[in-house]
C-alpha cells in the first residue's frame, strides 16, 4: 500500500486528498514589491539543501501531491532550481511556476521547457507606471512582457497573476488588453491584503465599499476575456456570492455551475517555505498556521495530523461554521462559504471568520445605506508572513472619505481600452444562487 492510500485509508487520521503544492524554494528576490506578503528579498536562514529538496519531492509524490508551482521570492535564483524541477517532473508531478519575470533571458525560458516546466506565470501588477512602483524596480513592467514572449517562443503555456489594489484596479481593463496582446492563456487575480510589506502601504488596500464598483468593472473584463478565448480565475478571495459570482468562477459563463466553496486550506492545498515549514495554505500567516517543518516530522504526518493544517476539517458540518463571527456570522451563505479566504479575515484581524473583502456583504450594507472601513490599529512584527490587526468601522454610504484618501476607487476613475465602448453602462447582474 502506497503512502497515499494509507492517507486516504487510515481511520485516525483526518481525510484528505492533498492534490497541489506551492513551494517557496527561495525567499531571494530581485525586485523589492509594496506589497509583497513574504517581505521577500533576502534568503531565508537555512534553506532546504538540494537533498533536503530531493527528498521532499519524494515525499510530496508520495502524499498524493500532482502538481507541485514553484515561487520564491524569485525561484530561479537558487542556483538548483533546475534540479528541483526536473525532480518534480521525474516523479511523475506536474511542475509550473509563478515568477516576477525579472532577469528572465531566452536562454532561461529554453532550460525551463528543457526542465518540464509546463505552465509559467508572470506576475503583471497594472499599467507600466503602477507595475514599477509596486514592483519597487524601473523597467520590471517590460521585463514582464520581454519574459511572457520568451516562454511563449519556447512553447511553454503562459498566464499571469495580478493583484487588486487601489493603484491597479482602475487599470485592470488597460491590463488585460496588454496581457491578451501578449498571448497570455490564464490570467489570475486575488486581492492585495495587509501581510508583509503591504501592513506598511495600507493605503493601496480597497475599502469594502469600493467593491460595489470593482466587481461591475471585473466582470466587464471576465466578459471580453471570454469574449477572446483567455481564461479568468479569481483568487481564493475574490468573491463572495454577489450578482456575477457564477460568471467570476466559472470563466465568464454566467450560467455555470460552480461557486465558492469554502476555504480549502489543509484540504487539497499545501504551502511549502524555504527552510521546510509546512502550511496548509501558502499564503496563511506563518507563526498562526505552521503546522510543522519536514526536517522534524515527515510530509505525512505533518499533513495528517498537524492541527494547524487542520482548520477545515469539520467542512460541511455545523462545527465548520463555529469560528465565524460579526457578520459572516449570520450571513445566510455562512455554511456554504465559512466565511471566505481564511488568510484574508486572519490578516485584517489576526483571527479568521469575519470577511471584510465579500461583494454580497458590500451590496448589503450599500441597501442600508452603510459601507464598511478598515483602519489599522497595530502594526506587524516585520518577519515573513506576519500581519497587523485593524479595525473595522461603519459608517453612512455617503458620507465624506478622509481627507487623504486620494487613491480612493470609484467606476469613474477605471481606464477603458479604445476597442471597447467606454461609454459602456455596468454589466447586466446574473443570479448568483
Known amino acids: 500500500m502506497t503512502v497515499a492510500q494509507e492517507l486516504a485509508n487510515d481511520a485516525g487520521v483526518v481525510r484528505r486528498t492533498h492534490s497541489y503544492a506551492v513551494w517557496e524554494i527561495t525567499l531571494k528576490c530581485n525586485l523589492a514589491c509594496g506589497h509583497c506578503g513574504s517581505r521577500a528579498g533576502s534568503t531565508r536562514v537555512k534553506e532546504l539543501t538540494t537533498e533536503e529538496c530531493f527528498d521532499l519531492v519524494r515525499q510530496m509524490a508520495e502524499v498524493g501531491i500532482t502538481e507541485v508551482t514553484l515561487i520564491g521570492g524569485e525561484a530561479y535564483l537558487r542556483r538548483d532550481w533546475l534540479e528541483i524541477a526536473r525532480a518534480i517532473t521525474d516523479h511523475g508531478m506536474i511542475c509550473s511556476m509563478t515568477t516576477g519575470g525579472y532577469g528572465i533571458s531566452r536562454a532561461v525560458a529554453g532550460k525551463m521547457r528543457e526542465a518540464g516546466l509546463s505552465t509559467v506565470s508572470v506576475s503583471v501588477d497594472g499599467m507600466q507606471a503602477t507595475h514599477d512602483e509596486l514592483r519597487g524596480r524601473k523597467g520590471s513592467w517590460e521585463a514582464c512582457f520581454r519574459t511572457l514572449n520568451f516562454l511563449r517562443e519556447e512553447g511553454i503555456y503562459t498566464g499571469a497573476n495580478s493583484q487588486i489594489n487601489r493603484l491597479s484596479a482602475r487599470e485592470y481593463p488597460m491590463l488585460y488588453e496588454e496581457l491578451y496582446k501578449a498571448g497570455i492563456r490564464g490570467w489570475q487575480w486575488s486581492m492585495t491584503v495587509p501581510m508583509g510589506n503591504a501592513v506598511e502601504n495600507n493605503k493601496i488596500l480597497l475599502q469594502p465599499a469600493e467593491l460595489l464598483d470593482v ?183 455617503e458620507a465624506e472619505w478622509e481627507g487623504d484618501d486620494e487613491l480612493h476607487f470609484t467606476w469613474e476613475s477605471v481606464r477603458w481600452p479604445e476597442r471597447w465602448d467606454p461609454t459602456r453602462q455596468q454589466p447586466e447582474e446574473e443570479v448568483s444562487s
Open 215 to 397: 466587481f461591475p468593472m471585473l466582470a466587464l473584463v471576465v466578459q471580453q476575456a471570454a469574449r477572446d478565448g483567455v481564461s479568468v480565475q479569481p483568487g481564493n478571495n475574490v468573491g463572495y456570492y454577489g450578482p456575477y459570482e457564477r460568471l467570476l468562477r466559472n470563466i465568464g459563463n454566467p450560467l455555470g455551475d460552480f461557486l465558492w466553496q469554502g476555504c480549502k486550506a489543509g484540504l487539497s492545498t499545501i504551502g511549502i517555505e524555504a527552510d521546510g515549514a509546512i502550511k496548509g495554505c501558502p499564503s496563511l500567516p506563518t507563526a498562526a498556521y505552521k503546522g510543522g517543518n519536514i526536517r522534524e516530522r515527515s510530509l505525512y504526518d505533518i499533513v495528517t495530523r498537524a492541527p494547524q493544517l487542520n482548520i477545515n476539517e469539520h467542512e460541511g458540518t455545523p462545527e465548520g461554521v463555529k469560528h465565524l463571527w460579526g457578520f459572516c456570522q449570520s450571513c445566510e451563505y455562512a455554511e456554504t462559504c465559512r466565511g471566505g479566504c481564511t488568510w484574508t479575515s486572519h490578516v485584517f484581524f489576526d483571527r479568521p471568520g469575519n470577511n471584510p473583502y465579500c461583494h454580497h456583504r458590500a451590496l448589503v450594507h450599500a441597501e442600508q445605506g452603510l459601507r464598511e472601513r478598515v483602519k489599522q490599529i497595530r502594526g506587524a512584527s516585520g518577519l515573513p508572513f506576519d500581519n497587523g490587526v485593524f479595525e473595522l468601522r461603519t459608517e453612512p454610504l
